[in-house]
């Protein structure tokens, strides 16, 4: 076990100790390190995205929008920095191969040494913490079932506001989806995932949304979320105008009363806005949109999940625009 001295070997071998001591240890150095929404198993499997975005979005999301103005006075204030937890090979293995000056601190079994060992030799040349543990102790660091033998604690990456995340774009075909209420870890790393698949520019998130990345959906993402940047949004119509001088075309997705999604060609700028599967997008933003658009299906079933359906209308953005 670690014994909470930087100048010292970070490893001490698999745990031996006695319970007790073992458990106040493990407790003791698991405490700088708070579980971002959602990681813990209730927070995982908890209320579906309708309740979560119906709560979150509140009555101040369903005010009409407002006249344009300078978005750069309008931005959300940074948040504070937080010590998170991402656990999943995969997962861990894209945060240190994009930012390894994040990594706070490693728990694994000893099965991954192997696996790990380019970590393992980071901590110890930046005299970082690393323990083995065992799975036990693995589950209640990450609050979760499928840890994959390794936790890490870690500074979270930081959200880009939307101006900087325009002035960055490259020009040319761009693709970004504008997430409104979708509250569920899972589908947050499901959609991820496909993001990085399919080359999405961003995951564009509204100003008091309390969506953010988590362990739990950095582990279903499979390193995808180190390949999208979460962009965070001030006044929707703010965000809107910007977005449109920019060249984008707003879509929103809706089960029924929409455009055929193959019917015609997609925008080359695309800007998707997808809702929770039960209360959908935001009757303001919806009104909004340039362009309303459906999945064609056989009607056996009212709907797809909306990590499903993000991935359909992804992958025909990509079939338009980026195929070889």
């Known amino acids: 076990m670690d014994d909470g001295k930087r100048g010292n070997s970070p490893y001490r071998g698999p745990p031996g100790r006695k319970p007790d001591k073992r458990q106040r240890e493990l407790e003791r150095s698991a405490r700088p390190a708070t579980p971002a929404r959602g990681d813990s198993p209730r927070g995982a499997h908890g209320r579906d995205d309708a ?52 990594l706070r601190k490693v728990w694994l079994l000893e099965s ?51 101006s900087e995340w325009l002035r ?33 520019a961003g995951l564009l998130l509204p100003k008091h949304s309390p969506l953010a990345l988590s362990g739990a959906a950095a582990r279903v993402a499979e390193g995808g979320a180190e390949k999208v940047p979460m962009v965070r949004l001030g006044r929707p119509d703010n965000a809107l105008a910007q977005l449109r001088s920019a060249g984008f075309v707003p879509a929103a997705t809706v089960v029924r009363g929409g455009e055929p999604l193959y019917a015609q060609p997609l925008p080359e700028r695309l800007l998707l806005l997808i809702g929770a599967e039960q209360t959908g997008i935001d009757p303001a933003l919806a009104d909004a949109a340039a362009r309303k658009l459906a999945i064609p299906g056989t009607g056996a079933v009212e709907s797809l999940n909306v990590a499903a359906a993000t991935a359909v209308f992804l992958g025909e953005w990509w079939r338009n625009w980026r195929r070889a």
């Not at 009409?64 to 998170?84: M, N």
């Not at 980071?122 to 323990?131: D, E, N, P």
């Not at 799975?135 to 840890?147: A, F, K, N, V, Y």
């Open 51 to 102: 309740a979560r975005g119906t709560r979150a979005r509140g009555d101040a999301s369903r005010t009409r929008f407002e006249a344009p103005r300078d978005d750069a006075h309008d931005a959300q204030e940074p948040r504070e920095p937080r010590e998170q937890r991402l656990y999943g090979v995969n997962a861990c293995l894209a945060m240190f191969a994009a930012r390894p000056q994040d």
């Open 112 to 162: 991954r040494l192997t696996t790990l060992r380019h970590v393992v030799a980071h901590c110890v040349k930046a005299r970082l913490g690393y323990t083995v543990v065992d799975d036990e102790d693995l589950r209640r660091l990450s609050g979760s079932e499928h840890h994959e033998g390794v936790v890490f604690a870690v500074a979270p990456a930081a959200e880009a506001n939307l």
């Open 168 to 200: 960055d774009l490259a020009p040319g075909p761009q693709l970004a989806i504008w997430l409104d209420g979708v509250g569920n870890p899972h589908n947050l790393g499901a959609i991820l995932r496909s993001a990085a698949h399919f080359g999405v």
